[in-house]
Protein backbone atom coordinates (compact mmCIF):
# COMPACT_ATOMS: atom_id res chain seq x y z
CA UNK A 1 0.00 0.00 0.00
CA UNK A 2 1.67 3.69 -0.65
CA UNK A 3 1.29 5.81 1.73
CA UNK A 4 -1.41 8.01 2.08
CA UNK A 5 -0.16 12.07 1.01
CA UNK A 6 -3.55 13.24 3.12
CA UNK A 7 -4.40 13.12 6.66
CA UNK A 8 -7.89 11.71 7.16
CA UNK A 9 -8.17 12.74 10.91
CA UNK A 10 -8.66 16.63 11.48
CA UNK A 11 -11.32 17.02 8.21
CA UNK A 12 -14.70 15.81 8.26
CA UNK A 13 -15.99 13.73 5.52
CA UNK A 14 -20.17 14.38 5.58
CA UNK A 15 -22.44 11.39 5.62
CA UNK A 16 -20.96 8.72 7.82
CA UNK A 17 -20.29 7.37 10.54
CA UNK A 18 -17.22 9.51 11.04
CA UNK A 19 -15.30 7.73 14.10
CA UNK A 20 -16.09 4.49 12.90
CA UNK A 21 -15.01 5.29 10.26
CA UNK A 22 -11.49 6.89 10.48
CA UNK A 23 -10.81 4.13 13.19
CA UNK A 24 -10.62 1.45 9.63
CA UNK A 25 -11.06 3.66 6.34
CA UNK A 26 -12.38 1.67 3.52
CA UNK A 27 -10.49 4.09 0.98
CA UNK A 28 -10.95 3.35 -2.44
CA UNK A 29 -8.90 5.07 -5.38
CA UNK A 30 -9.87 3.73 -8.90
CA UNK A 31 -12.26 1.82 -10.79
CA UNK A 32 -13.03 0.14 -13.94
CA UNK A 33 -15.90 -1.71 -15.32
CA UNK A 34 -17.60 -3.59 -11.91
CA UNK A 35 -14.45 -2.81 -10.19
CA UNK A 36 -13.08 -0.79 -7.66
CA UNK A 37 -9.67 -0.58 -6.28
CA UNK A 38 -8.64 -0.02 -2.94
CA UNK A 39 -6.00 2.02 -1.39
CA UNK A 40 -3.91 -2.01 -0.56
CA UNK A 41 -4.18 -2.70 -3.99
CA UNK A 42 -7.38 -4.87 -3.66
CA UNK A 43 -10.06 -5.41 -6.35
CA UNK A 44 -13.50 -4.83 -5.12
CA UNK A 45 -16.48 -6.23 -7.12
CA UNK A 46 -18.99 -3.47 -6.94
CA UNK A 47 -22.86 -4.77 -6.03
CA UNK A 48 -24.11 -1.51 -5.37
CA UNK A 49 -22.89 0.45 -8.79
CA UNK A 50 -21.51 2.92 -5.92
CA UNK A 51 -24.34 4.29 -4.65
CA UNK A 52 -27.28 3.31 -6.59
CA UNK A 53 -26.04 5.59 -9.48
CA UNK A 54 -23.32 4.12 -11.81
CA UNK A 55 -25.58 1.82 -13.91
CA UNK A 56 -23.12 2.17 -16.80
CA UNK A 57 -20.21 0.39 -14.80
CA UNK A 58 -16.82 2.45 -13.95
CA UNK A 59 -14.67 4.78 -15.77
CA UNK A 60 -16.45 3.87 -19.34
CA UNK A 61 -14.00 4.86 -22.43
CA UNK A 62 -16.86 6.89 -24.11
CA UNK A 63 -18.52 8.73 -21.57
CA UNK A 64 -14.40 9.69 -20.06
CA UNK A 65 -13.49 10.74 -23.41
CA UNK A 66 -17.00 13.04 -24.11
CA UNK A 67 -15.97 14.84 -20.42
CA UNK A 68 -12.49 15.32 -21.51
CA UNK A 69 -13.87 16.82 -24.89
CA UNK A 70 -16.12 18.92 -23.56
CA UNK A 71 -13.70 20.44 -20.45
CA UNK A 72 -11.03 21.40 -23.28
CA UNK A 73 -14.23 22.98 -25.41
CA UNK A 74 -17.00 24.55 -23.18
CA UNK A 75 -16.65 24.51 -19.68
CA UNK A 76 -18.94 26.72 -18.36
CA UNK A 77 -22.06 28.81 -20.18
CA UNK A 78 -24.84 30.71 -18.14
CA UNK A 79 -28.04 29.56 -18.09
CA UNK A 80 -29.63 32.71 -17.07
CA UNK A 81 -30.35 34.17 -20.47
CA UNK A 82 -27.96 31.97 -22.50
CA UNK A 83 -27.77 28.33 -23.23
CA UNK A 84 -25.20 25.93 -25.03
CA UNK A 85 -26.25 22.89 -26.87
CA UNK A 86 -25.52 20.23 -24.29
CA UNK A 87 -28.60 20.21 -21.97
CA UNK A 88 -31.37 20.73 -25.22
CA UNK A 89 -29.70 17.62 -26.80
CA UNK A 90 -29.79 15.67 -23.73
CA UNK A 91 -33.76 17.08 -22.95
CA UNK A 92 -34.35 15.32 -25.80
CA UNK A 93 -32.61 12.16 -25.38
CA UNK A 94 -34.22 11.70 -21.96
CA UNK A 95 -37.76 12.94 -22.97
CA UNK A 96 -37.65 10.09 -26.13
CA UNK A 97 -36.58 7.32 -23.60
CA UNK A 98 -39.40 8.60 -20.74
CA UNK A 99 -42.54 7.23 -21.40
CA UNK A 100 -46.11 9.41 -22.82
CA UNK A 101 -45.95 12.61 -22.76
CA UNK A 102 -43.40 12.88 -20.16
CA UNK A 103 -41.51 15.48 -22.73
CA UNK A 104 -40.35 18.16 -20.51
CA UNK A 105 -36.85 18.47 -19.08
CA UNK A 106 -35.55 20.79 -16.46
CA UNK A 107 -31.78 20.15 -15.06
CA UNK A 108 -30.20 20.44 -11.29
CA UNK A 109 -27.56 19.12 -10.15
CA UNK A 110 -28.32 16.19 -7.41
CA UNK A 111 -31.20 13.81 -6.50
CA UNK A 112 -31.93 16.74 -3.56
CA UNK A 113 -32.16 19.04 -5.68
CA UNK A 114 -34.51 17.31 -8.40
CA UNK A 115 -36.90 17.15 -5.36
CA UNK A 116 -37.20 20.63 -4.29
CA UNK A 117 -37.23 21.52 -8.12
CA UNK A 118 -39.96 19.03 -8.60
CA UNK A 119 -42.23 20.44 -5.21
CA UNK A 120 -41.55 23.63 -6.31
CA UNK A 121 -42.72 23.01 -10.38
CA UNK A 122 -45.67 21.46 -8.12
CA UNK A 123 -46.65 24.38 -6.10
CA UNK A 124 -46.05 26.73 -9.12
CA UNK A 125 -48.19 24.89 -11.49
CA UNK A 126 -51.24 25.08 -9.36
CA UNK A 127 -50.50 28.77 -8.70
CA UNK A 128 -50.59 29.35 -12.75
CA UNK A 129 -53.94 27.57 -13.01
CA UNK A 130 -55.50 30.02 -10.70
CA UNK A 131 -55.41 26.96 -7.72
CA UNK A 132 -52.79 28.63 -5.26
CA UNK A 133 -54.53 27.14 -2.40
CA UNK A 134 -52.99 23.68 -3.01
CA UNK A 135 -49.73 23.75 -0.95
CA UNK A 136 -49.55 20.49 0.97
CA UNK A 137 -47.55 17.61 -0.12
CA UNK A 138 -47.93 14.01 1.09
CA UNK A 139 -44.78 11.63 1.08
CA UNK A 140 -44.54 8.78 2.99
CA UNK A 141 -43.28 6.95 5.58
CA UNK A 142 -39.70 5.37 5.41
CA UNK A 143 -39.49 7.60 2.31
CA UNK A 144 -35.95 8.81 0.91
CA UNK A 145 -35.81 12.02 -1.45
CA UNK A 146 -32.70 13.60 -0.80
CA UNK A 147 -31.39 15.81 2.08
CA UNK A 148 -32.49 19.24 1.10
CA UNK A 149 -35.38 20.94 3.16
CA UNK A 150 -37.92 19.71 0.63
CA UNK A 151 -36.87 16.66 0.61
CA UNK A 152 -36.63 15.53 4.25
CA UNK A 153 -40.15 17.17 4.98
CA UNK A 154 -41.56 14.47 2.35
CA UNK A 155 -39.22 11.96 3.17
CA UNK A 156 -39.56 9.42 6.17
CA UNK A 157 -36.46 8.41 7.41
CA UNK A 158 -36.74 9.85 11.25
CA UNK A 159 -32.70 10.27 11.52
CA UNK A 160 -32.94 12.24 8.75
CA UNK A 161 -35.43 15.06 10.08
CA UNK A 162 -35.20 14.39 13.53
CA UNK A 163 -32.56 17.22 14.08
CA UNK A 164 -34.07 19.63 11.59
CA UNK A 165 -36.48 21.44 13.28
CA UNK A 166 -39.92 22.01 11.57
CA UNK A 167 -39.15 21.74 7.93
CA UNK A 168 -42.09 22.58 5.57
CA UNK A 169 -44.97 23.32 6.93
CA UNK A 170 -48.28 21.21 5.47
CA UNK A 171 -46.88 17.84 4.92
CA UNK A 172 -48.58 14.56 5.43
CA UNK A 173 -47.48 10.88 5.08
CA UNK A 174 -49.01 7.98 3.59
CA UNK A 175 -48.15 4.67 5.60
CA UNK A 176 -45.12 2.62 4.20
CA UNK A 177 -46.33 -0.40 2.76
CA UNK A 178 -43.68 -2.85 4.64
CA UNK A 179 -45.13 -5.90 6.77
CA UNK A 180 -42.49 -8.96 7.19
CA UNK A 181 -45.36 -11.14 8.69
CA UNK A 182 -47.63 -10.58 5.35
CA UNK A 183 -44.69 -10.63 2.92
CA UNK A 184 -41.55 -12.25 4.02
CA UNK A 185 -39.22 -13.49 1.06
CA UNK A 186 -41.74 -12.21 -1.75
CA UNK A 187 -40.07 -12.65 -5.24
CA UNK A 188 -41.09 -8.84 -7.27
CA UNK A 189 -44.67 -7.59 -6.15
CA UNK A 190 -46.42 -8.62 -2.75
CA UNK A 191 -49.70 -9.28 -3.35
CA UNK A 192 -50.54 -7.90 0.09
CA UNK A 193 -50.62 -3.97 0.94
CA UNK A 194 -52.00 -2.31 -2.13
CA UNK A 195 -55.11 -1.42 0.40
CA UNK A 196 -52.92 1.10 2.12
CA UNK A 197 -53.08 3.52 -1.12
CA UNK A 198 -56.65 4.30 0.31
CA UNK A 199 -54.99 6.15 2.76
CA UNK A 200 -54.66 9.08 0.62
CA UNK A 201 -58.38 9.05 0.73
CA UNK A 202 -58.43 9.66 4.28
CA UNK A 203 -55.79 12.33 4.16
CA UNK A 204 -57.74 14.24 1.10
CA UNK A 205 -60.81 13.90 3.57
CA UNK A 206 -59.28 15.39 6.38
CA UNK A 207 -57.64 18.20 4.84
CA UNK A 208 -60.20 18.66 1.28
CA UNK A 209 -58.05 18.38 -2.08
CA UNK A 210 -58.55 21.86 -3.13
CA UNK A 211 -55.18 22.31 -0.20
CA UNK A 212 -53.44 19.73 -1.94
CA UNK A 213 -50.45 20.30 -4.59
CA UNK A 214 -48.84 16.89 -4.94
CA UNK A 215 -47.99 13.54 -3.49
CA UNK A 216 -44.38 12.15 -3.95
CA UNK A 217 -43.41 8.50 -3.66
CA UNK A 218 -40.32 6.65 -4.89
CA UNK A 219 -41.98 3.46 -6.88
CA UNK A 220 -39.95 1.57 -5.15
CA UNK A 221 -38.30 2.52 -1.66
CA UNK A 222 -34.58 2.33 -2.09
CA UNK A 223 -32.79 3.51 0.40
CA UNK A 224 -34.71 2.24 3.11
CA UNK A 225 -33.96 -1.35 1.83
CA UNK A 226 -36.09 -2.10 -1.46
CA UNK A 227 -39.20 -1.91 -0.34
CA UNK A 228 -41.42 -3.07 -3.75
CA UNK A 229 -44.83 -1.61 -3.99
CA UNK A 230 -47.56 -4.10 -3.90
CA UNK A 231 -49.29 -5.02 -6.50
CA UNK A 232 -52.32 -2.43 -7.55
CA UNK A 233 -50.69 0.20 -5.02
CA UNK A 234 -49.15 2.92 -7.48
CA UNK A 235 -52.33 2.01 -9.95
CA UNK A 236 -54.89 3.17 -6.96
CA UNK A 237 -52.47 6.42 -5.94
CA UNK A 238 -52.84 7.35 -9.51
CA UNK A 239 -56.73 7.16 -9.48
CA UNK A 240 -57.26 9.21 -6.24
CA UNK A 241 -54.61 11.75 -7.50
CA UNK A 242 -56.56 12.01 -10.42
CA UNK A 243 -59.96 12.23 -9.37
CA UNK A 244 -58.77 15.19 -6.74
CA UNK A 245 -56.71 17.08 -9.14
CA UNK A 246 -53.66 16.37 -7.09
CA UNK A 247 -49.77 16.08 -8.88
CA UNK A 248 -48.61 12.57 -8.72
CA UNK A 249 -44.79 12.87 -8.01
CA UNK A 250 -42.57 9.72 -8.68
CA UNK A 251 -38.93 10.07 -7.44
CA UNK A 252 -37.43 7.67 -9.77
CA UNK A 253 -33.47 8.61 -8.61
CA UNK A 254 -32.93 5.11 -7.88
CA UNK A 255 -35.07 3.56 -10.63
CA UNK A 256 -34.56 5.83 -13.38
CA UNK A 257 -31.87 4.46 -16.26
CA UNK A 258 -32.92 1.18 -16.38
CA UNK A 259 -32.55 -0.11 -12.74
CA UNK A 260 -35.95 -1.86 -13.71
CA UNK A 261 -34.87 -3.55 -16.71
CA UNK A 262 -36.75 -0.19 -18.51
CA UNK A 263 -35.80 3.47 -18.73
CA UNK A 264 -37.90 4.61 -15.84
CA UNK A 265 -40.25 2.89 -13.06
CA UNK A 266 -43.24 4.68 -14.83
CA UNK A 267 -42.84 2.14 -17.75
CA UNK A 268 -42.43 -0.95 -15.76
CA UNK A 269 -45.35 -0.32 -13.30
CA UNK A 270 -47.08 0.98 -16.81
CA UNK A 271 -48.20 3.99 -14.20
CA UNK A 272 -47.86 7.60 -15.58
CA UNK A 273 -47.02 10.72 -13.23
CA UNK A 274 -46.84 13.76 -13.79
CA UNK A 275 -43.56 14.63 -12.46
CA UNK A 276 -40.03 12.18 -12.68
CA UNK A 277 -37.02 13.25 -10.62
CA UNK A 278 -33.88 11.24 -12.21
CA UNK A 279 -30.24 11.87 -10.81
CA UNK A 280 -27.34 9.20 -10.55
CA UNK A 281 -27.71 7.12 -13.61
CA UNK A 282 -28.08 9.53 -16.20
CA UNK A 283 -24.68 10.57 -16.26
CA UNK A 284 -23.78 6.76 -14.92
CA UNK A 285 -22.26 9.37 -11.77
CA UNK A 286 -19.52 10.50 -14.04
CA UNK A 287 -20.40 14.29 -13.41
CA UNK A 288 -23.49 15.10 -10.75
CA UNK A 289 -26.90 15.77 -12.66
CA UNK A 290 -30.24 15.52 -11.52
CA UNK A 291 -33.40 16.65 -13.37
CA UNK A 292 -37.21 17.13 -13.39
CA UNK A 293 -39.35 15.65 -16.61
CA UNK A 294 -42.45 16.83 -16.60
CA UNK A 295 -45.82 16.14 -18.56
CA UNK A 296 -46.75 18.38 -21.37
CA UNK A 297 -50.19 19.67 -19.15
CA UNK A 298 -47.63 20.42 -16.57
CA UNK A 299 -45.35 22.67 -18.98
CA UNK A 300 -47.99 24.32 -20.95
CA UNK A 301 -49.50 25.83 -17.41
CA UNK A 302 -46.57 27.79 -16.86
CA UNK A 303 -46.65 28.93 -20.78
CA UNK A 304 -50.27 30.88 -20.65
CA UNK A 305 -48.66 33.96 -18.71
CA UNK A 306 -47.43 37.04 -20.10
CA UNK A 307 -43.70 36.96 -21.45
CA UNK A 308 -40.92 36.48 -19.14
CA UNK A 309 -39.43 34.33 -16.23
CA UNK A 310 -42.18 31.53 -16.48
CA UNK A 311 -40.54 29.79 -13.45
CA UNK A 312 -38.17 31.58 -10.84
CA UNK A 313 -36.21 28.52 -10.31
CA UNK A 314 -32.56 27.32 -11.39
CA UNK A 315 -29.35 26.65 -10.51
CA UNK A 316 -25.79 28.05 -11.46
CA UNK A 317 -24.81 24.36 -12.72
CA UNK A 318 -28.30 23.75 -14.17
CA UNK A 319 -27.42 21.65 -17.60
CA UNK A 320 -23.94 21.99 -16.79
CA UNK A 321 -21.58 21.43 -20.06
CA UNK A 322 -19.31 18.60 -18.51
CA UNK A 323 -22.70 16.84 -16.72
CA UNK A 324 -24.87 17.28 -20.19
CA UNK A 325 -21.92 15.60 -22.29
CA UNK A 326 -21.80 13.02 -19.75
CA UNK A 327 -25.17 12.74 -19.79
CA UNK A 328 -25.18 12.49 -23.45
CA UNK A 329 -22.61 9.94 -23.70
CA UNK A 330 -23.94 7.34 -21.14
CA UNK A 331 -27.56 7.23 -22.56
CA UNK A 332 -25.68 6.70 -25.86
CA UNK A 333 -23.87 3.94 -24.40
CA UNK A 334 -27.05 2.68 -22.38
CA UNK A 335 -28.40 2.35 -26.27
CA UNK A 336 -25.46 0.93 -27.77
CA UNK A 337 -24.96 -1.57 -25.29
CA UNK A 338 -28.43 -2.15 -24.58
CA UNK A 339 -28.33 -2.10 -20.87
CA UNK A 340 -31.36 -1.65 -19.91
CA UNK A 341 -32.26 -4.82 -21.62
CA UNK A 342 -29.79 -6.99 -20.15
CA UNK A 343 -31.06 -6.03 -16.58
CA UNK A 344 -34.62 -6.69 -17.43
CA UNK A 345 -32.83 -10.49 -19.05
CA UNK A 346 -30.90 -10.57 -16.15
CA UNK A 347 -34.17 -9.68 -13.42
CA UNK A 348 -34.96 -13.80 -13.02
CA UNK A 349 -31.30 -14.89 -13.02
CA UNK A 350 -30.64 -12.22 -10.20
CA UNK A 351 -34.12 -12.69 -8.23
CA UNK A 352 -33.08 -16.85 -7.72
CA UNK A 353 -29.58 -15.93 -6.86
CA UNK A 354 -30.44 -13.02 -4.43
CA UNK A 355 -33.49 -15.76 -3.12
CA UNK A 356 -30.97 -18.50 -2.56
CA UNK A 357 -29.69 -16.96 0.76
CA UNK A 358 -33.01 -18.27 2.33
CA UNK A 359 -32.50 -19.95 5.19
CA UNK A 360 -29.09 -18.62 6.30
CA UNK A 361 -28.04 -17.35 9.80
CA UNK A 362 -30.37 -14.22 10.69
CA UNK A 363 -32.25 -13.95 7.26
CA UNK A 364 -34.83 -12.75 8.29
CA UNK A 365 -36.63 -11.78 4.61
CA UNK A 366 -35.13 -11.31 1.08
CA UNK A 367 -37.18 -9.08 -1.43
CA UNK A 368 -36.30 -7.88 -4.69
CA UNK A 369 -37.50 -6.55 -8.30
CA UNK A 370 -35.05 -5.70 -11.50
CA UNK A 371 -31.72 -5.31 -10.22
CA UNK A 372 -32.53 -4.43 -7.42
CA UNK A 373 -32.51 -6.55 -3.89
CA UNK A 374 -32.39 -6.55 -0.60
CA UNK A 375 -31.68 -9.45 2.78
CA UNK A 376 -32.70 -8.11 6.06
CA UNK A 377 -30.66 -9.46 9.11
CA UNK A 378 -32.38 -9.81 12.19
CA UNK A 379 -30.96 -6.56 14.23
CA UNK A 380 -29.11 -8.05 17.37
CA UNK A 381 -30.97 -7.18 20.61
CA UNK A 382 -28.68 -4.46 22.26
CA UNK A 383 -27.43 -2.68 18.82
CA UNK A 384 -29.61 -2.63 15.95
CA UNK A 385 -27.01 -2.07 12.81
CA UNK A 386 -24.65 -3.74 14.06
CA UNK A 387 -24.58 -7.47 12.42
CA UNK A 388 -25.29 -5.57 8.98
CA UNK A 389 -22.50 -3.26 9.64
CA UNK A 390 -20.26 -6.56 10.18
CA UNK A 391 -21.75 -8.18 7.16
CA UNK A 392 -20.47 -5.11 5.04
CA UNK A 393 -16.81 -5.10 7.00
CA UNK A 394 -16.68 -8.60 5.85
CA UNK A 395 -18.10 -8.36 2.35
CA UNK A 396 -15.05 -5.48 1.79
CA UNK A 397 -12.34 -7.60 3.50
CA UNK A 398 -13.72 -10.75 0.95
CA UNK A 399 -13.83 -8.20 -2.05
CA UNK A 400 -16.77 -7.30 -2.53
CA UNK A 401 -18.61 -3.61 -2.06
CA UNK A 402 -22.04 -3.75 -0.52
CA UNK A 403 -24.04 -1.19 1.08
CA UNK A 404 -26.44 -1.41 4.32
CA UNK A 405 -29.22 0.61 5.71
CA UNK A 406 -29.71 -1.07 9.51
CA UNK A 407 -29.42 -4.50 9.09
CA UNK A 408 -30.24 -4.68 5.18
CA UNK A 409 -27.81 -5.19 2.98
CA UNK A 410 -28.76 -3.84 -0.16
CA UNK A 411 -27.65 -5.17 -3.82
CA UNK A 412 -28.10 -2.66 -6.81
CA UNK A 413 -25.10 -3.62 -9.28
CA UNK A 414 -23.87 -1.94 -12.63
CA UNK A 415 -26.46 -3.03 -15.46
CA UNK A 416 -23.32 -4.58 -16.98
CA UNK A 417 -23.19 -7.49 -14.32
CA UNK A 418 -22.64 -10.77 -15.38
CA UNK A 419 -24.30 -14.02 -14.46
CA UNK A 420 -21.00 -14.74 -12.99
CA UNK A 421 -20.52 -11.73 -11.43
CA UNK A 422 -24.19 -11.76 -9.40
CA UNK A 423 -22.83 -15.63 -8.67
CA UNK A 424 -20.07 -14.20 -6.77
CA UNK A 425 -21.96 -11.08 -4.89
CA UNK A 426 -24.45 -13.60 -3.65
CA UNK A 427 -22.12 -16.30 -3.29
CA UNK A 428 -19.71 -13.85 -1.37
CA UNK A 429 -22.68 -12.62 1.03
CA UNK A 430 -23.92 -16.18 2.33
CA UNK A 431 -19.99 -17.38 3.08
CA UNK A 432 -20.10 -13.79 5.07
CA UNK A 433 -23.40 -14.86 6.52
CA UNK A 434 -22.78 -17.86 7.60
CA UNK A 435 -19.56 -16.43 9.71
CA UNK A 436 -21.97 -13.96 11.25
CA UNK A 437 -23.23 -14.40 15.10
C1 LIG B 1 -35.13 8.35 -4.28
C2 LIG B 1 -34.04 9.34 -4.00
N1 LIG B 1 -34.31 10.65 -4.08
C3 LIG B 1 -33.37 11.57 -3.86
C4 LIG B 1 -32.08 11.21 -3.53
C5 LIG B 1 -31.07 12.25 -3.26
O1 LIG B 1 -30.11 12.30 -4.26
P1 LIG B 1 -28.75 13.09 -4.01
O2 LIG B 1 -27.98 12.33 -3.00
O3 LIG B 1 -28.11 13.10 -5.38
O4 LIG B 1 -29.10 14.46 -3.56
C6 LIG B 1 -31.76 9.86 -3.44
C7 LIG B 1 -30.39 9.43 -3.10
O5 LIG B 1 -30.10 8.28 -2.90
C8 LIG B 1 -32.77 8.89 -3.66
O6 LIG B 1 -32.52 7.58 -3.55
Same mark, same amino acid.
Given at each position: ?? @?RDYDLEPFWMPFTANR? !????PRILVSAKDMHYTAEDGRRIL?? %?AGLWCVNAGHCRDSIVRAIQQQAGSLDF? @? %?FQMGHPGPFRLAQTIAQLAPADLDHVFFANSGSEAVDTALKIALAYHRARGEGHRTRFIGRERAYHGVGFGGISVGGMTPNRKAFGAMLPGVDHLPHTYDREKIAFTRGQPDWGGHLADDLERIVALHDASNIAAVIVEPVQGSTGVVVPPKGYLEKLRAICDKHGILLIFDEVITGFGRLGKAFAAEYFNVMPDLVTFAKGVTSATVPMGGVIARKHVHDAFMQGPDGIELFHGYTYSGH @???AAAGEATLALYHEEQ +? !??HAGNLAGYFEEAAHSLRGLPNVIDIRNIGLMAAIELAPRADKPGA????? +?VRCFEAGLLTRTTGDTLACSPPLIVSKAQIDEIFG %???KVLRTIE
Open positions: MT @PQ !FKAADS %TA @P %T @PLA +L !FARGYEA +L %TIG
